[in-house]
């Protein structure tokens, strides 16, 4: 059974920091593009960014360009995402999610696997 469980959501004030974390069981990570997803309250789904299988493409929604992070360690099937100047408009539900090549698939929100996600809220 394939199971991606989220990890490192919390409350945060503004301009504050946090780093996601994707636990993978059931699948080799390294055989899959990756990705991280939101979902804010009464809106659509939202790609934050992808990376591809072989981690030398990456992706980022242009509001987080510049403080977020993708990542992956293959070694412990773990991705992550480190998120820094954190804004009150990324306040959403996060997302990972993994799925076979190409790697824009999952950037499109493609992805055959997902994890039931991680609560992060930016208030003051």
């Known amino acids: 059974q394939v199971k991606l469980v989220e990890s490192g959501g919390a409350l945060v004030q503004p301009g504050g920091s946090l780093t996601l974390s994707c636990a993978a069981s059931?699948?080799?990570?390294?055989?899959?593009?990756i990705g991280w997803f939101r979902q804010a309250p009464g809106k659509a789904r939202e790609g934050v960014s992808c990376?591809?299988?072989?981690?030398?493409?990456?992706t980022y929604l242009d509001s987080v360009k510049g403080r977020f992070t993708i990542s992956r360690e293959n070694a412990k099937n773990m991705v992550y995402l480190q998120m820094t100047d954190l804004k009150p408009d990324d306040t959403a539900v996060y997302y990972c999610?993994?799925?076979?090549?190409?790697?824009?698939?999952?950037?499109?929100?493609?992805?055959?696997?997902w994890g039931q996600g991680t609560q992060v809220t930016v208030s003051s």
């Open positions: 999610a993994a799925g076979q090549s190409p790697y824009s698939n999952v950037c499109a929100g493609r992805a055959e696997y």
């Open positions: 990376m591809s299988r072989s981690g030398l493409s990456t």
């Open positions: 059931g699948i080799t990570l390294d055989a899959y593009a």
